[in-house]
């Protein structure tokens, strides 16, 4: 298979592959080192061109790849040590390609979007270096075609990640935010490391076709070795893409600008843990264990998120919490071998997140700042564009029947958890589903609907502008039937699902998820449209206790907060002072001791002087005495 | 000479020798410091005289004439400090000049 890529891949414009890198690079490096003189608007020009080319060539790539299929290059070995040679090598093949195409696709319409976005923010520059650094660095995840270069893209969009969220660094709850972000991320970042190294040692190496290739021949199914290497990975995977336990950091990411929220924490970024488990399938298919506790993940983060959006108020954390909800959807899939299925969700999900994402931005910076829903309402008439947006991302985040892209993958994952015969997994999948209408319908209406609550609402201001308006546009084309149209060419890379060979039963389920879908929607518009006044319940009494618990996602900042935060502080507080510190500060004093002792004799007296060397005289010649009397 | 026994010139030159060394580590004025050490060299030029007397040597004189030269040369510079000293402090008791203490 890879040779045979080989071949064909000199008849290819294989020179095309390294400028899908190359080009955000540049764009990196020409805006890090303008110094801030560059303006506004070629800051914003050259930040977006980059990725736009980017896209280009990546569409290029992929009329190439439909003639004449995946191909690899090495640019130049990067480390040299005796068998363990890891080399800048890339590998595009159709997973690679899906994910390269949502990554500078959406990503260009992202960056587009942010030229509207941050206009008369200070440090646009800043901004797009970080951007386009992160986009480098996702490039070169999904291409590496060994585990260490992927772990160099890991980690520097991890680090982008940070430096965005703390973009608006003079409020330090952002920057705090950040710290949490990278911190809790690092976590994860250790895990799969230590699975890097496990997987080194027993296969000696890390390419990833190669252990792909290995590990059936090393292990036998359900091997501890193999078991414990994919839950290394899958811990690698859950604090990327902010799976329970993991998952803390992704709320208050928000902190940063939307289109990063956008771009890093919806679209590519945490949905990297889906496209490293779809990669590393053939180890997590020696590893049942680890491959449920993948798909048990995925239910429980789906439920614990949609609950949790259910009470937000803030319309970036509702749709926060919905990311999560919809990674753990994808981790359901995988977790029952649907990995083309996971891939499938996680397009859509990108084309209808950024959509969100994008269309949230927009009534945020329309109403002067304003992001909570408690102080919005009403906005449907004055900014039909941003509605437009929600209308269409939330049917497919909702999975609206027939009409919406969400519907078609989401209703796919549910097939697939059927045919899996894991009904746990199908229930909480279908409990998500309801969930995620309940809670999108309570975002529209709450956004667009009613009154205007307060004085940025009323005084809305209509976006405007090509960057404003194409972005939006697209997405929202993407995020209908039509974004649901693009299959991504997967049957090569991924094995084949449990429900792709069989239908039986198929047609009944897609009516029980449209059903749960449409009835969850009409269940929305009754609750949150209609009668208002059911809503007063969430004020008092257990209604109250349900409203803070799910306010404030169950409270696991707590938990953490008291289970590890303050025990490590006061751990810290304790060894501060500590007993061989002590030791030495009571040598250094004892020293000090001395010479004050001693600095006392030099008295400066010449009397003194000579009264001590007679006295010393006469002690030697005593001590002699005594000595010479003694022998 | 052959009279006085040789324990008796020591034991002058040791009481002399005491009585100087008193009025170094005793003695406030520089005056008497520096005659206190006259007084101490010339105990040990009179030990020298009495042992090589004692002993019928030659070098007990020659010792004692290298001490008289000693003698005078510190006479010199301590008179000279002393001049110094009543210079700066206006006075001759040696504890006033003490500032270079630790």
């Given at each position: 298979m890879m040779e045979h890529a080989t071949t064909l891949s000199i008849a290819q414009p294989t020179t095309l592959l390294p400028l899908t890198f190359l080009l955000p690079l540049v764009g990196t490096l020409i805006l890090a080192f303008s110094r801030g003189q560059l303006s506004y608007r070629a800051s914003a020009t050259v930040g977006t061109a980059s990725i736009g080319l980017a896209a280009l060539t990546t569409a290029a790539l992929a009329l190439g790849f439909a003639a004449a299929g995946p191909q690899q290059l090495t640019l130049w070995t990067w480390i040299a040590v005796g068998d363990f040679t890891p080399g800048i090598s890339l590998a595009l093949d159709g997973l690679s390609l899906t994910m390269l195409g949502v990554i500078t696709g959406v990503g260009f319409f992202i960056h587009l979007f942010a030229a509207w976005y941050m206009r008369?923010?200070?440090?646009i520059t800043r901004f797009y270096t970080y951007m386009n650094l992160f986009v480098f660095s996702m490039v070169l995840l999904v291409l590496g075609d060994n585990l260490l270069l992927l772990f160099l893209g890991w980690e520097g969009v991890g680090l982008c990640s940070y430096l965005l969220i703390g973009y608006y660094y003079t409020h330090s709850a952002n920057g705090w935010a950040g710290f949490k972000a990278f911190v809790i991320t690092r976590i994860g970042d250790v895990f799969l490391a230590l699975g890097m190294f496990l997987l080194f040692t027993r296969l000696g190496t890390l390419n990833i076709a190669e252990i792909l290739e290995l590990a059936p021949q090393a292990w036998q199914a359900g091997d501890t070795t193999v078991e414990l290497a994919a839950f290394l990975l899958l811990g690698g995977a859950m604090g990327k893409s902010a799976q329970l336990p993991l998952h803390t950091w992704l709320a208050d990411a928000?902190?940063?600008p939307t289109p990063v929220s956008a771009l890093?924490?919806?679209?590519t970024m945490v949905t990297a843990g889906v496209y490293l488990i779809a990669r590393m399938h053939g180890i997590f298919e020696l590893a049942p264990t680890a491959l449920y506790v993948t798909g048990v993940i995925g239910a429980l983060t789906l439920l614990m998120a949609g609950f949790a959006a259910l009470a937000q108020t803030d319309i970036k954390r509702v749709l926060a919490y919905s990311t999560m909800s919809q990674i753990g959807y994808m981790f359901l899939a995988l977790g029952v071998g649907a990995y083309d299925t996971a891939i499938f969700h996680l397009m859509t999900h990108a084309f209808f997140k950024a959509l969100l994402f994008l269309s949230a931005g927009a009534v945020i910076i329309s109403c002067h700042h304003e992001q909570d829903m408690r102080r919005l309402g009403g906005l449907w008439r004055k900014l039909p564009l941003p509605y437009a947006g929600f209308m269409v991302g939330g049917a497919a985040l909702a999975a609206?029947?027939?009409?919406?892209?969400g519907f078609y993958s989401k209703d796919e994952i549910l097939w697939q958890a059927l045919a899996a015969d894991q009904q746990g997994l199908l229930i909480a999948g279908l409990v998500g589903a309801l969930l995620t209408s309940l809670y999108t319908l309570r975002l529209i209406i709450g956004t667009f609907h009613g009154t205007a609550k307060s004085d940025n609402a009323r005084h809305a201001e209509t976006g405007r502008g090509l960057a404003h308006g194409l972005p939006l546009v697209v997405l929202a084309g993407l995020s209908t039937f039509v974004g649901a149209w693009i299959t991504p060419p997967l049957a090569e890379v991924l094995p084949a699902g449990p429900g792709d060979a069989t239908h039986v039963g198929h047609s009944s389920l897609e009516l029980l998820a449209a059903a749960t879908a449409l009835g969850g929607m009409a269940l929305g518009v009754w609750l949150?449209?209609?009668?208002?006044?059911?809503?007063?319940?969430?004020?008092?009494?257990p209604g109250a206790g349900l409203w803070h618990l799910w306010h404030h996602a169950w409270g696991f900042d707590l938990v953490f907060d008291w289970t590890l935060v303050r025990p490590y502080r006061l751990t810290v507080w304790l060894l501060k002072s500590d007993l061989f510190d002590g030791l030495f500060r009571l040598l250094a004093r004892l020293v000090r001791l001395l010479h004050l002792g001693l600095s006392r004799t030099q008295s400066g007296r010449v009397r003194g002087y000579a009264i001590t060397m007679v006295a010393g005289v006469a002690l030697i010649l005593l001590s002699l005495a005594l000595v010479i009397q003694g022998t | 000479m052959n009279g006085v026994p040789m324990e008796h010139g020591l034991v002058l030159a040791a009481v002399l020798f005491a009585l100087g060394l008193g009025g170094l580590m005793f003695r406030r004025n520089m005056i008497f410091v520096l005659m206190s050490l006259e007084v101490m060299l010339n105990a040990a030029g009179l030990a020298f005289i009495v042992a090589g007397t004692g002993w019928q040597q030659p070098e007990g004189q020659a010792m004692f004439l290298l001490v008289i030269t000693l003698a005078a040369a510190e006479a010199s510079v301590g008179l000279a400090l002393l001049i110094q000293l009543y210079h700066r402090f206006r006075t001759l008791n040696l504890d006033v000049a003490s500032r270079m203490r630790g």
């Amino acid at each position: 298979m890879m040779e045979h890529a080989t071949t064909l891949s000199i008849a290819q414009p294989t020179t095309l592959l390294p400028l899908t890198f190359l080009l955000p690079l540049v764009g990196t490096l020409i805006l890090a080192f303008s110094r801030g003189q560059l303006s506004y608007r070629a800051s914003a020009t050259v930040g977006t061109a980059s990725i736009g080319l980017a896209a280009l060539t990546t569409a290029a790539l992929a009329l190439g790849f439909a003639a004449a299929g995946p191909q690899q290059l090495t640019l130049w070995t990067w480390i040299a040590v005796g068998d363990f040679t890891p080399g800048i090598s890339l590998a595009l093949d159709g997973l690679s390609l899906t994910m390269l195409g949502v990554i500078t696709g959406v990503g260009f319409f992202i960056h587009l979007f942010a030229a509207w976005y941050m206009r008369g923010e200070d440090g646009i520059t800043r901004f797009y270096t970080y951007m386009n650094l992160f986009v480098f660095s996702m490039v070169l995840l999904v291409l590496g075609d060994n585990l260490l270069l992927l772990f160099l893209g890991w980690e520097g969009v991890g680090l982008c990640s940070y430096l965005l969220i703390g973009y608006y660094y003079t409020h330090s709850a952002n920057g705090w935010a950040g710290f949490k972000a990278f911190v809790i991320t690092r976590i994860g970042d250790v895990f799969l490391a230590l699975g890097m190294f496990l997987l080194f040692t027993r296969l000696g190496t890390l390419n990833i076709a190669e252990i792909l290739e290995l590990a059936p021949q090393a292990w036998q199914a359900g091997d501890t070795t193999v078991e414990l290497a994919a839950f290394l990975l899958l811990g690698g995977a859950m604090g990327k893409s902010a799976q329970l336990p993991l998952h803390t950091w992704l709320a208050d990411a928000m902190a940063g600008p939307t289109p990063v929220s956008a771009l890093i924490h919806a679209a590519t970024m945490v949905t990297a843990g889906v496209y490293l488990i779809a990669r590393m399938h053939g180890i997590f298919e020696l590893a049942p264990t680890a491959l449920y506790v993948t798909g048990v993940i995925g239910a429980l983060t789906l439920l614990m998120a949609g609950f949790a959006a259910l009470a937000q108020t803030d319309i970036k954390r509702v749709l926060a919490y919905s990311t999560m909800s919809q990674i753990g959807y994808m981790f359901l899939a995988l977790g029952v071998g649907a990995y083309d299925t996971a891939i499938f969700h996680l397009m859509t999900h990108a084309f209808f997140k950024a959509l969100l994402f994008l269309s949230a931005g927009a009534v945020i910076i329309s109403c002067h700042h304003e992001q909570d829903m408690r102080r919005l309402g009403g906005l449907w008439r004055k900014l039909p564009l941003p509605y437009a947006g929600f209308m269409v991302g939330g049917a497919a985040l909702a999975a609206l029947p027939l009409i919406s892209a969400g519907f078609y993958s989401k209703d796919e994952i549910l097939w697939q958890a059927l045919a899996a015969d894991q009904q746990g997994l199908l229930i909480a999948g279908l409990v998500g589903a309801l969930l995620t209408s309940l809670y999108t319908l309570r975002l529209i209406i709450g956004t667009f609907h009613g009154t205007a609550k307060s004085d940025n609402a009323r005084h809305a201001e209509t976006g405007r502008g090509l960057a404003h308006g194409l972005p939006l546009v697209v997405l929202a084309g993407l995020s209908t039937f039509v974004g649901a149209w693009i299959t991504p060419p997967l049957a090569e890379v991924l094995p084949a699902g449990p429900g792709d060979a069989t239908h039986v039963g198929h047609s009944s389920l897609e009516l029980l998820a449209a059903a749960t879908a449409l009835g969850g929607m009409a269940l929305g518009v009754w609750l949150f449209g209609l009668r208002r006044g059911w809503l007063r319940l969430a004020n008092r009494g257990p209604g109250a206790g349900l409203w803070h618990l799910w306010h404030h996602a169950w409270g696991f900042d707590l938990v953490f907060d008291w289970t590890l935060v303050r025990p490590y502080r006061l751990t810290v507080w304790l060894l501060k002072s500590d007993l061989f510190d002590g030791l030495f500060r009571l040598l250094a004093r004892l020293v000090r001791l001395l010479h004050l002792g001693l600095s006392r004799t030099q008295s400066g007296r010449v009397r003194g002087y000579a009264i001590t060397m007679v006295a010393g005289v006469a002690l030697i010649l005593l001590s002699l005495a005594l000595v010479i009397q003694g022998t | 000479m052959n009279g006085v026994p040789m324990e008796h010139g020591l034991v002058l030159a040791a009481v002399l020798f005491a009585l100087g060394l008193g009025g170094l580590m005793f003695r406030r004025n520089m005056i008497f410091v520096l005659m206190s050490l006259e007084v101490m060299l010339n105990a040990a030029g009179l030990a020298f005289i009495v042992a090589g007397t004692g002993w019928q040597q030659p070098e007990g004189q020659a010792m004692f004439l290298l001490v008289i030269t000693l003698a005078a040369a510190e006479a010199s510079v301590g008179l000279a400090l002393l001049i110094q000293l009543y210079h700066r402090f206006r006075t001759l008791n040696l504890d006033v000049a003490s500032r270079m203490r630790g």
